[in-house]
Antibody
Framework: EVQLLESGGGFIQPGGSLRLSCAAS????????MNWVRQAPGRGLEWVSV????????YYADSVKGRFTISRDNSKNTLYLQMNSLRAEDTAIYYC????????????WGKGTTVTVSS | EIVLTQSPATLSLSPGERTTLSCRAS??????LAWYQHKPGHAPRLLFY???NRATGIPARFSGSGSGTDFTLTISSLEPEDFAVYYC?????????FGGGTKVEIK
């Protein structure tokens, strides 16, 4: 069974840093791009970032560019999101999502980890 | 950035009813559009990709169509488990973008 399990969320002050992880199982992790998507309280889904299977290509939403870094360790079947210079508007549930293929559609999602940025 | 506008924002319906959800793109996305279902406390679920390709395990009562700027998701007969929020998402241009969602609620 394909599974994704996010961790690393928590309560952080504005300007702080946090690293999210997503442990994958049940598929050949290195063969698929992986995404991060978030949902702020009372809002819809917002795509954050994607990384290719080898880690060589990355894309970001403008709202996080320069502050967030996506990476992956294929030897550990784990996806990461390093979040720096956090703002209140980054408060959200963060989901990792496996891409169907290089179309980047998201066919398997985790249940999410919550990040709260507040003073 | 391509903006996806979903309408209506909320639909109040009864089980067994037919419904059509709309997603309009600010510029053509060809057929590079997906639909997702999201229930509170659950992971989102891919329903369709490339406008009309049904994802694995999606029941036949769901159908997707459209191209260019106008897309629809149709549920032919609502089941109790279909009450949820539905999002469209385009992959034609970076950044990937989602619509604001349509909530299908029980009347």
């Amino acid at each position: 069974e394909v599974q994704l399990l996010e961790s690393g969320g928590g309560f952080i002050q504005p300007g702080g840093s946090l690293r999210l992880s997503c442990a994958a199982s049940g598929f050949t992790f290195s063969s698929y791009p992986m995404n991060w998507v978030r949902q702020a309280p009372g809002r819809g889904l917002e795509w954050v970032s994607v990384i290719g299977g080898s880690g060589g290509s990355t894309y970001y939403a403008d709202s996080v560019k320069g502050r967030f870094t996506i990476s992956r360790d294929n030897s550990k079947n784990t996806l990461y999101l390093q979040m720096n210079s956090l703002r209140a508007e980054d408060t959200a549930i963060y989901y990792c999502a496996k891409a169907l293929d290089y179309s980047y559609y998201m066919d398997v999602w985790g249940k999410g980890t919550t990040v709260t940025v507040s003073s | 950035e391509i903006v996806l506008t979903q309408s209506p924002a909320t639909l109040s319906l009864s089980p067994g009813e037919r419904t059509t959800l709309s997603c309009r793109a600010s510029q053509s996305v060809s057929t590079y559009l997906a639909w997702y279902q999201h229930k509170p406390g659950h992971a989102p679920r891919l329903l369709f990709y490339d406008s009309s390709n049904r994802a694995t395990g999606i029941p036949a009562r769901f159908s997707g169509s459209g191209s260019g700027t106008d897309f629809t998701l149709t549920i032919s007969s609502l089941e109790p488990e279909d009450f949820a929020v539905y999002y469209c998402q385009q992959r034609s241009n970076w950044p990937l973008t989602f619509g604001g969602g349509t909530k299908v609620e029980i009347k």
